[in-house]
């Protein structure tokens, strides 16, 4: 059995079709057949054109009439926008063909050629892709042959020939001129040629609704969902496009490279806005278009059917439940109030961010919670894990995180502030970090430090720390270390040029005589009108060139020198303010407290110890000596 199979298996591989003549409309349909019949693959068949018929009719009031051959030297004729936009008109194409099988010793020029024809979505433009790698020798008569190639390939795509590829006779002129020039071409890459083109249909637009500014919370890809940002609030920027209506749009026909009238379909319009927009919302109409544009800063709202841009909310919380969290941003000009007063539950529940221009809480804000804003007022507590930062910022109990510019703490408990100017009406423990500090009442276990000035009006405990730190803020550490930096690679600098400076100052201090001498001679030589040797002249002139480079090194070495002392100065500036600045306790000293300098230049602490009962007010640094420093009670 296995070797019946095998013999005809072999059978079917040598099946051969014999030379056959066929008319059809559709080749690959006809080579497909073909093939069928004899038990072989389509692959294994070519064909020869031997002729083609181009016919044309136009159908008048829905009655087909007789179809019209065209001339061959008339085709190029039927490529006529108006006609071919014409849905009345019709194209076909008959091809006489003589079918054969692929012989193995046929002579094919196209063997090396890998080539197909591909079209886009609409059929209205065809193209030949070669392969990279792909060659063709030069063969006579190639640019017939080479047409006859791509006929017969868009001939089995159901392209139509002769009607729509104007730009095939100049493309394969110009490649078989370049391969009989040559001899042989190869493709190093990947090549595309049109080779019809048709007209192309306009889509259809349909209407559409585009509410853009749901879309800018879009999460990217990859991106992490945040279910606690729900969008409770939509915060929108004065001039933004909020909503866009596209206007629905009929196509215009086209007629694809198969003769194929292409009918656009009819728009659907289903989106035609039915609301209304207030006052703070522009509306702008285009002939494509409707948009919506914000004309201030807020958030939208959608009230009774009408788009509105609101800055104001009130709500009773905000929670993982109700609003999740609210991020419209500081130069939003949205400000909410939150009415949640209750002492035993949080206005700002756990983990909740909200970022805002104003924020006025009457509770208190939970764990976790981050609150940005321009302005906040928070009337309960902060939790000691909570993070609030605002330029202008008010906290009833403060034992969290705060940043801000001006901040009023009514009950520090053991939380953290940063800040330009803190006032605290009441401190219980806590770490401060400001220009200038205000403790109404100070108990215990204070850490304050401040750039200017520390003053306590009444001082009720102990074991607290008054620090001054001249650079205490960001910009000054950064910008002290840049100064250092800068001083540091300034002095390499320097060190370097001077070691140059020694070498030039060496070479011209022992060329001198010669110089001197070789100078001597050279105005001999002048006032006698001898001519001067031409290596006494470069000897001259290299030993001048000795002592341009010293000027130019001298002169760089000032430049860098003063610009360390600019430096240095610079570095003294940041210590200096330090003398300006002050402790000041208008109450009696108790229990155990410590006065901190810290100097920049030598890097040192120093302290000082109020004794108990001491009633020194006003304390500051002083200079002792020329490395000496002390801090001491002073009048002002």
């Given at each position: 059995?296995?070797?019946?199979?095998?013999?005809?298996?072999?059978?079917?591989?040598?099946?051969?079709?014999?030379?056959?003549?066929?008319?059809?409309?559709?080749?690959?349909?006809?080579?497909?057949?073909?093939?069928?019949?004899?038990?072989?693959?389509?692959?294994?068949?070519?064909?020869?054109?031997?002729?083609?018929?181009?016919?044309?009719?136009?159908?008048?009031?829905?009655?087909?009439?007789?179809?019209?051959?065209?001339?061959?030297?008339?085709?190029?004729?039927?490529?006529?926008?108006?006609?071919?936009?014409?849905?009345?008109?019709?194209?076909?194409?008959?091809?006489?063909?003589?079918?054969?099988?692929?012989?193995?010793?046929?002579r094919d020029i196209f063997k090396d050629f890998k080539a197909a024809v591909g079209a886009n979505a609409t059929k209205c433009k065809v193209y030949l892709s070669v392969a990279a790698g792909s060659k063709l020798e030069y063969v006579e008569h190639l640019d017939y042959e080479l047409k006859s190639y791509?006929?017969?390939?868009?001939?089995?795509?159901?392209?139509?020939?002769?009607?729509?590829?104007?730009?095939?006779?100049?493309?394969?002129?110009?490649?078989?001129?370049?391969?009989?020039?040559?001899?042989?071409?190869?493709?190093?890459?990947?090549?595309?040629?049109?080779?019809?083109?048709?007209?192309?249909?306009?889509?259809t637009t349909n209407d559409a609704l585009i509410l853009h500014y749901e879309n800018n919370n879009e999460v990217a890809e990859?991106?992490?969902?945040?279910?606690?940002?729900?969008?409770?609030?939509?915060?929108?920027?004065?001039?933004?496009?909020?909503?866009?209506?596209?206007?629905?749009?009929?196509?215009k026909p086209g007629r694809n490279c198969r003769g194929d009238y292409m009918q656009p379909e009819e728009p659907v319009v289903v989106n035609e806005p039915t609301f209304d927009v207030d006052e703070t919302i522009k509306v702008v109409e285009t002939p494509d278009s409707i948009h919506y544009i914000a004309k201030e800063n807020g958030y939208i709202a959608f009230e009774e059917n009408k788009y509105v841009i609101k800055q104001d909310v009130d709500i009773a919380e905000i929670s993982f439940k109700t609003t999740g969290s609210i991020a419209s941003g500081i130069d939003s000009?949205?400000?909410?109030?939150?009415?949640?007063?209750?002492?035993?539950?949080?206005?700002?529940?756990?983990?909740?961010?909200?970022?805002?221009?104003?924020?006025?809480?009457?509770?208190?804000?939970?764990?976790?919670?981050?609150?940005?804003?321009?302005?906040?007022?928070?009337?309960?507590?902060?939790?000691?894990?909570?993070?609030?930062?605002?330029?202008?910022?008010?906290?009833?109990?403060?034992?969290?995180?705060?940043?801000g510019q001006g901040i009023h703490i009514t009950?520090?408990?053991?939380?953290?502030?940063?800040?330009?100017?803190?006032?605290?009406?009441?401190?219980?423990?806590?770490?401060?970090?400001?220009?200038?500090?205000?403790?109404?009442?100070?108990?215990?276990?204070?850490?304050?430090?401040a750039t200017k000035k520390i003053e306590i009006n009444k001082l009720h405990g102990s074991e607290n720390i008054f620090t001054i730190d001249p650079v205490l803020s960001d910009d000054a550490q950064k910008s002290l270390q840049d100064n250092e930096e800068k001083a540091k690679e300034l002095k390499i600098e320097i060190r370097e040029i001077k070691k140059e400076i020694q070498k030039y100052t060496k070479l011209i201090k022992d060329g001198t005589p010669a110089f001197l001498d070789i100078k001597k001679r050279l105005i001999h030589y002048k006032k006698n009108g001898v001519k001067m040797p031409e290596a006494f002249v470069k000897k001259y002139k290299d030993f001048q060139a000795l002592q341009n480079k010293l000027k130019a090194l001298q002169e760089n070495y000032e430049r860098q020198q003063d610009q360390l002392n600019l430096l240095s100065t610079r570095t003294v500036s940041f210590q200096d303010s330090i003398f300006d600045a002050r402790v000041i306790n208008h109450g009696e000293w108790i229990g155990y407290n410590e006065i901190k300098f810290k100097l920049m230049n030598p890097p040192k602490e120093l302290v000082y110890k109020p004794a108990e009962g001491s009633q020194e007010k006003i304390f500051a640094l002083k200079k002792i000596n020329e490395d000496e420093y002390a801090i001491r009670p002073v009048e002002e």
């Open positions: 059995m296995a070797l019946f199979g095998s013999s005809d298996k072999k059978k079917k591989t040598l099946a051969r079709v014999r030379p056959t003549v066929v008319r059809t409309q559709n080749v690959a349909k006809e080579i497909f057949n073909i093939a069928k019949s004899h038990d072989m693959k389509p692959e294994l068949l070519d064909f020869n054109l031997l002729g083609l018929q181009t016919y044309t009719r136009t159908v008048s009031n829905n009655k087909e009439t007789e179809w019209e051959e065209i001339e061959a030297e008339n085709l190029y004729n039927l490529d006529d926008v108006t006609q071919l936009l014409n849905p009345d008109f019709q194209i076909r194409q008959t091809y006489e063909i003589e079918v054969f099988s692929i012989s193995k010793n046929s791509i006929d017969k390939k868009k001939i089995r795509a159901g392209i139509l020939i002769d009607i729509f590829d104007e730009m095939v006779d100049d493309m394969v002129s110009k490649l078989s001129a370049q391969i009989r020039i040559n001899g042989s071409v190869q493709f190093q890459k990947n090549e595309t040629y049109l080779i019809a083109e048709g007209v192309e249909p306009t889509a990859n991106e992490r969902i945040n279910y606690a940002s729900r969008g409770f609030i939509q915060s929108v920027k004065k001039d933004e496009l909020l909503i866009e209506y596209i206007k629905p749009k009929p196509g000009d949205v400000s909410i109030s939150v009415k949640e007063s209750d002492a035993i539950k949080d206005a700002v529940g756990t983990g909740m961010f909200v970022e805002v221009s104003e924020i006025d809480i009457d509770g208190n804000v939970g764990s976790n919670a981050k609150v940005i804003a321009k302005k906040a007022k928070i009337g309960g507590q902060t939790h000691q894990s909570s993070f609030v930062k605002a330029d202008e910022l008010d906290i009833n109990v403060h034992k969290g995180n705060a940043e009950r520090l408990e053991h939380g953290h502030i940063k800040g330009e100017d803190v006032d605290v009406t009441q401190a219980l423990g806590g770490v401060i970090f400001a220009k200038n500090i205000t403790l109404d009442v100070c108990t215990s276990h204070v850490k304050a430090t």
